[in-house]
Nanobody
């Protein structure tokens, strides 16, 4: 079993910054991908950014240039510093893990952390 512990959400003013962190523990294979998705009110869940254990990254066009995802493989922790935040970034952010373990790929999700961008 895998556990994902998220931190860093909160209230920030437009143009401000904050950093999300997610620490994974449990049955995690060497080959894995971690990252963040978000769900805003009235919208479907969407990709924010992901990073593989090999360091390959993927970003949503809406956040490209404003976030830089990174990870510490030894700690199985992913970091998402976000800057120049906009009201449209307001959403529940969910940590994501994909890992190849015991012969197949497996997906896991965190509980979600609220990010609110407002004056």
């Amino acid at each position: 079993q895998v556990q994902l512990v998220e931190s860093g959400g909160g209230l920030v003013q437009p143009g401000g910054s904050l950093t999300l962190s997610c620490a994974a523990s449990g049955s995690i294979g060497v080959a894995n991908t971690m990252g963040w998705y978000r769900k805003a009110p009235g919208k479907q869940r969407e990709l924010v950014a992901t990073i593989t254990s090999g360091g390959s990254t993927n970003y949503a066009d809406s956040v490209k240039g404003r976030v830089t995802i990174s990870r510490d493989n030894a700690k199985n922790t992913v970091y998402l510093p976000m800057n120049s935040l906009k009201p449209e970034d307001t959403a529940v952010y969910y940590c994501y893990l994909w890992t190849y373990y015991s012969g197949r790929g497996r997906n896991y999700w965190g509980q979600g952390t609220q990010v609110t961008v407002s004056s």
